[in-house]
């Protein structure tokens, strides 16, 4: 009787970790690179090829399609229909050092220690374009409340007008700790300044103010937030004045356009007390929230 072939199960030869990493890499037996064989390779490497030409034409088609609805020199939403809305917030300078880009503190030492210099050099650095070629050309006018200017024109914003103790050359008060902390509305495009009824002025608006309100202006008030805020802040002056022209107004990305401030001089504010102060700007279309950081902005104050 014949034998029968039987055939034994032969387990696999034990490999080294570098024996496998080189078979992988290419196995002489199947034929195989990276696990795939020459036509797998050339299969997979068209599909993609085709993929991402689709994708890439796909994302031009949108990007021209976003560019041609595009305007550059307007939003398309503008005040209540866009996200910014149509109540701007307030801003004010000189902001903390980036290393601190969340505060909202300014404190200084003043006196020969020099340690307000930062205060001062971020200051003289923001008034650069005030000072700069922006502030000459024929694009520029100088703005009266009898004359209106043309739709591309911008309004001069004279430094000349700003009290001498707000000036680089007196260091705007942080050397003697009477610091002046400027105050700006954010721009909004196409918003302008709406003014009150002089017969029903806000309730929350200083007295001080309402007795002085003149509807051709936007004005600006700073307070302490609490009794000893109030207090310890001292007596305030506004330059050049408490309150922004309105014919500032609106910004329509005008080139040049340089946006108005008002300069709030503590003139003697008390020594190792760290104050909150909250900076409001009024008009008619401006709201107070301080959640929403509309109409308003915080900051405090320390000078040692």
Not at 151 to 171: A, M, Q
Request: hydrophobic share 30%; with cysteine; glycine share 6%.
């Amino acid at each position: 009787m014949a034998e029968k072939n039987i055939e034994y199960f032969k387990s696999p030869e034990e490999k080294t970790k570098l024996e496998a990493a080189r078979e992988f890499i290419w196995n002489p037996r199947t034929r195989q690179f990276c696990g795939r064989t020459g036509s797998s390779w050339a299969k997979i490497t068209i599909f993609y090829i085709i993929y991402y030409a689709c994708l890439v034409a796909f994302w031009t088609v949108m990007l021209m399609v976003f560019y041609v609805t595009v305007d550059y020199h307007q939003p398309k939403w503008k005040l209540d229909s866009g996200r910014i809305g149509n109540s701007p917030g307030v801003g004010f300078r000189p902001l903390p050092p980036e290393e601190n880009v969340d505060s909202t503190l300014i404190w200084f030492r003043h006196g020969s220690s020099n340690q307000w210099e930062y205060w001062v050099d971020s200051l003289n650095e923001f008034l650069g374009e005030y000072q700069g070629g922006q502030q000459h050309g024929e694009h520029l006018t100088t703005c009266t409340f009898e004359e209106t200017r043309k739709p591309d024109e911008v309004c001069h914003f004279n430094l000349d007008k700003i009290n001498n103790n707000c000036s680089y050359s007196r260091k705007f008060g942080y050397d003697v700790g009477r610091p002046c902390v400027l105050i700006k509305i954010n721009r909004i495009y196409n918003w302008k300044p709406e003014p009150y009824d002089n017969k029903s002025l806000p309730d929350s608006m200083p007295e001080n103010l309402k007795k002085k309100y003149d509807p051709r202006y936007v004005y600006i008030t700073c307070e302490g937030e609490n009794p000893a805020d109030k207090e310890n802040i001292g007596p305030i002056s506004y330059y050049p004045s408490q309150g922004i022209p309105n014919y500032y107004f609106p910004f329509t990305n005008q080139p040049g356009y340089l946006s108005p401030f008002v300069f709030v001089h503590f003139r003697d504010p008390t020594s190792g007390v760290l104050m909150n102060i909250e900076c409001k700007a009024w008009a008619a279309n401006i709201k107070h929230d301080r959640k929403e950081r509309l109409g308003s902005v915080h900051f405090e104050l320390l000078v040692d």
